[in-house]
């Protein structure tokens, strides 16, 4: 029982919180960006992740726990990839780049939705440690929707960015970066690993943030 007894005052509940915190907010953010990925694709035709039961807000539906586990240490993570299937739209390569744009797009909404969120809670709720706590759940987790959906942006495969840049490209180009496609994984992990642009990147979120801040009215 004495080990017990110290096992259990050792246990840092603070940080046990702020984990499961962290937790909820990725969940959220990467369920989110996956199910609107489907919900694009189905709008534009394809059916192939309705099939697949990926319209969901489920977060065990979307999760890969190895790229969670990468986002939670390293910030660098990633989902399953909504299947899809572009023989069901009616232009492929736009049909491609707008469902890739979706799950930016909506991680942009959710992280304005949040903000706002957040300013009801500044602006209306009495002031507490609990309400404290969830005005800055709200913030940060607003923050890492934005990182979420600016990082998915940059054009490299397997992003989302790399399916808009390349449905500007001619066909035969087109066909060729896809054949290519499944190395870009590798000059990613360089990128990130590497911290080539990350200076780019913090600003970029700052600005984004401080930008949605003034939307909302922060």
């Known amino acids: 029982m004495g080990y017990l007894e110290n096992l259990w005052n050792a246990l840092d509940f603070g940080s046990l919180r702020d984990m499961v915190l962290r937790l909820v907010s990725v969940f959220l953010c990467l369920t989110v960006h996956e199910t609107c990925h489907g919900l694009a694709a189905l709008a534009l035709g394809d059916p192939t992740a309705k099939r697949a039961r990926r319209l969901s807000l489920n977060p065990l539906r979307h999760i890969d726990w190895f790229g969670l586990l990468m986002m939670i240490t390293v910030g660098f993570g990633w989902a399953k990839p909504v299947p899809v299937a572009p023989r069901y739209f009616r232009r492929p390569k736009q049909g491609m780049a707008l469902t890739a744009l979706a799950g930016p797009v909506s991680n942009f909404l959710?992280?304005?939705?949040?903000?706002?969120?957040?300013?009801?809670?500044?602006?209306?709720?009495?002031?507490?440690?609990?309400?404290?706590?969830?005005?800055t759940f709200l913030l940060t987790t607003a923050i890492l929707s934005l990182g979420l959906g600016l990082f998915n942006l940059i054009p490299i495969p397997p992003l989302d960015g790399s399916k808009v840049l390349f449905s500007l490209l001619p066909d035969r180009a087109y066909n060729t970066m896809l054949r290519y496609e499944r190395y870009g994984m590798l000059l990613l992990w360089a990128v990130v690993l590497l911290g080539v642009g990350d200076r780019w990147m913090s600003a970029a979120i700052q600005w984004t943030y401080e930008l949605f801040c003034r939307v909302v009215g922060f």
């Open 110 to 135: 959710l992280a304005l939705v949040l903000l706002f969120a957040g300013r009801l809670v500044y602006d209306y709720a009495p002031y507490s440690a609990a309400n404290q706590q969830l005005l």
